[in-house]
């Protein structure tokens, strides 16, 4: 039987990231399998449900790349399929319309949390026989008594007393269907075979199984999801950092990082940290998910996004740089040296927006020296260091980059100083730091003309 499966998502606000695990569990095992995977936007809270978080949802998972083989399917655009299936289950006496009044039930519901009791609808409707003439909602005829159980990918074997579960509303008074009566309707509709949702979901599995008997459906498998929690052990919130999956995208995580991490939230293979999307795809299945919470460790993410970010062939990465540039004032699109710039940064760089920064030195002149630097470095003999440096790019034509130490070693051999009294005020001259990639790569990536203004303005400045 081919896998289908689904991601259902309600845009009633941002992509939250375990809701981006959720998309990445069930993409991932789809992809395994070779079956199918499934996008539906969950729209049936017209009031919290907008175009614009639906767009933040489709942006999301283009970011980590999960694409979809069907959808998206709006529920907002298929009442007709759930409004036959509530005739159906009301002809056939599985469900019943009720019409105690709102204010009367929310008073009993009301008294019960009052008495920290659950409030239970007392099904006094159930077998009243009303017809469609006065307003009404319509409830499922749940099962009266026995026990709720199915085995779960994840959980095993989970059960609940039907006596916790009342006869729920799947048409409210205006005739709208319910949340979890359209995605049963959907789910069968969809031919989905797999449900792997988040384990707050558990309850409604429990609530939606019947409906599925009294559809005559098949019900799919389901594997909930442990949550995952901040390394404190609290409820992921945003005290513990970006918890939407964009912000991610914009503070510079590679998606395969994203990908990477988000995967072994909740699964295990050995104990294997890295893999490449391939590894992913070939070893993902529900074996490998356990039953604990997981942590969401941020210095883990950035560990993984370090070494995606070196994994890559720098000219793979241009496209995903020219954005974190463009933010801070430079237009890198058409910059030959965008590799060779990245070629020196990936080994020193955490996220994009880090490797942008470090790139500064190759679009804007020193602004500023590190003072701790100037004081360390910059001695008496620099500034003749740098002047000759100067004359020696002035008719260093073309300058080659495997000329350029030689001619530091020279310069040092001839004022009698330490190759480091050489380098340090040069680099320092250069990029206002003692630390940046190597010196030879620098000049040359700066560029002649440039590397000998910035040297004759630091003569200036540093005096
Ligand atoms: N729309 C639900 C949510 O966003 C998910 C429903 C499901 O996966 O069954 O939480």
């Given at each position: 039987m081919t896998v289908v499966t689904r991601f259902a998502p309600s845009p009633t606000g941002k992509l939250h990231i375990g809701n981006a695990r959720t998309a990445l569990f069930n993409w991932l095992l789809a992809r395994h399998h070779g079956g199918r995977f499934i996008l539906r936007i969950e729209d049936t809270d017209h009031e919290r449900s907008s175009r614009e978080n639906v767009q933040v949802i489709l942006d999301g998972l283009a970011y980590l790349g999960l694409d979809f083989d069907a959808g998206p399917f709006y529920q907002s655009q298929r009442t007709a399929l759930y409004h036959s299936a509530i005739d159906q289950l009301l002809a056939e006496g599985k469900a019943y319309r009720c019409r105690c009044p709102q204010e009367a039930l929310e008073a009993r519901r009301e008294a019960a949390e009052a008495a920290k009791e659950t409030y239970l609808y007392d099904r006094s409707c159930r077998d009243a026989g009303h017809g469609p003439e006065q307003p009404h909602v319509v409830r499922l005829k749940m099962p009266l008594a026995g026990v709720s159980s199915f085995d779960d990918r994840i959980m095993g074997p989970v059960e609940s007393a039907y006596?916790?579960?009342?006869?729920?509303?799947?048409?409210?008074?205006?005739?709208t269907p319910t949340y979890n009566f359209c995605v049963v309707v959907d789910d069968a509709d969809m031919g989905v075979t797999l449900v792997v949702r988040g384990a707050d979901h558990l309850i409604n599995t429990h609530k939606q199984l019947p409906v599925y008997a009294a559809l005559g459906l098949t019900p799919p498998r389901f594997a909930h999801m442990p949550l995952t929690l901040g390394k404190d052990r609290a409820k992921l919130s945003k005290r513990h950092g970006a918890t939407s999956l964009v912000e991610y995208r914009d503070m510079g995580y590679l998606p395969e990082a994203m990908r990477n991490f988000l995967a072994r939230l909740g699964w295990a293979?050995?104990?294997?940290e890295l893999f490449t999307d391939a590894e992913l795809i070939a070893a993902f299945d529900l074996d490998g998910a356990g039953k604990a919470n997981s942590i969401f460790d941020t210095e883990k993410l950035d560990w993984i996004n370090s070494i995606k970010i070196r994994e890559r062939a720098p000219e793979a990465l241009v496209g995903d740089l020219v954005p974190f540039l463009a933010r801070r004032?430079?237009?890198?699109?058409?910059?030959?040296r965008l590799p060779a710039i990245i070629a020196q940064l990936q080994e020193r760089s955490r996220t994009l927006v880090d490797m942008a920064e470090q790139a500064g030195i190759f679009y804007q002149a020193p602004d500023q020296y590190d003072p701790k630097a100037v004081k360390k470095w910059w001695q008496a003999e620099s500034p003749e260091v740098l002047r000759k440096m100067r004359e020696w790019l002035a008719q260093a034509e073309p300058l080659r980059q495997e000329d350029v130490m030689p001619q530091v070693e020279r310069l040092a051999g001839e004022l009698g100083l330490s190759l480091g009294k050489v380098a340090q005020p040069l680099r320092l001259a250069l990029t206002?730091?003692?630390?940046?990639?190597?010196l030879d790569a620098t000049i040359c990536l700066i560029g002649r003309d440039e590397a000998a203004a910035r040297l004759a303005r630091a003569l200036v400045v540093l005096g």
């Open positions: 006596g916790e579960l009342d006869d729920w509303i799947i048409a409210r008074t205006d005739g293979h050995g104990d294997q004032g430079w237009s890198a699109t058409h910059d030959p206002g730091s003692s630390a940046s990639p190597p």
